[in-house]
């Protein structure tokens, strides 16, 4: 799987956007980019993902540049709820591969 | 949705002894399972990957008869930790796929262990 390489550290003000990004430039044609986050003592927990199209759910919105190289994650209004520490994983998609985190990124919403 | 629960939370266990954590997915059939040990202000750190019906995968300088895995059924797992040391002490995660091959994987929500 490729590597991916993110921010160690962020803050964002509640209510405004909060954008991560990642970087995976060595990713390959069939990886898919996730993300999950995990709050303080807690397990994962699965947001969002995309092959190469932007993607929007309730939670968050993924967009993926066009060469596939980076991807932001927008969290729309933050709230204090989302500190967590984000993880941007690539990996191929619908087999038995393993989820391998990287460091992440420590996401702080300050009032 | 996929719900993972992972028994216990927390245990507290003497040096010497053996501590088994479950791991079940409730509402859905785990194919396979996956084991995790993260240490305070480290990321996840992948173990071992178990099949329903067959023999873990381990991880690179995970000791396999340190850390045994079970994975008799579809919808559960267990991690014993064998001769628990102080050095043992993390927070064990694990998370699981189903049958269907879901997009992403569930976790559990996770047991501290601490050895004394």
């Known amino acids: 799987d490729a590597k991916t390489t993110q921010p160690p550290s962020m803050d964002c003000a509640e209510g405004r956007a909060a954008n991560l990004p990642c970087n995976h430039s060595t990713i390959s044609g069939n990886e898919y980019v996730y993300w999950y986050r995990q709050i303080h003592s807690q397990g994962p927990q699965y947001i969002i993902h995309g092959l190469k199209n932007n993607e929007t759910n309730e939670m968050a919105s993924l967009i993926i540049t066009e060469d596939r190289k980076s991807s932001t994650l927008i969290l729309p209004h933050a709230t204090l709820r989302d500190t967590a520490v984000y993880y941007c994983?690539?990996?191929?998609?619908?087999?038995?591969?393993?989820?391998?985190f990287g460091t992440g990124t420590s996401l702080t919403v300050i009032p | 949705g996929a719900v993972v629960s992972q028994h216990p939370s927390r245990v507290i266990c003497k040096s010497g002894t053996s501590v088994k954590i479950e791991c079940r997915s409730l509402d859905f059939q785990a194919t396979t399972m996956f084991w995790y040990r993260q240490f305070p202000k480290q990321s996840l750190m992948l173990m071992a990957t178990s099949n329903e019906g067959s023999k873990a995968t381990y991880e690179q300088g995970v000791e396999k008869d340190k850390f045994l895995i079970n994975h008799a059924s579809l919808t559960l797992s267990t991690l014993t930790v064998t001769s628990a040391h102080p050095e043992d002490s993390s927070f064990y995660i694990c998370?699981?796929?189903?049958?269907?091959?879901?997009?992403?994987?569930?976790f559990g929500s996770g047991t501290r262990l601490t050895v004394v």
């Open positions: 994983i690539v990996r191929v998609s619908n087999t038995g591969n393993q989820f391998y």
């Open positions: 998370s699981a796929r189903g049958v269907t091959g879901s997009y992403g994987y569930t």
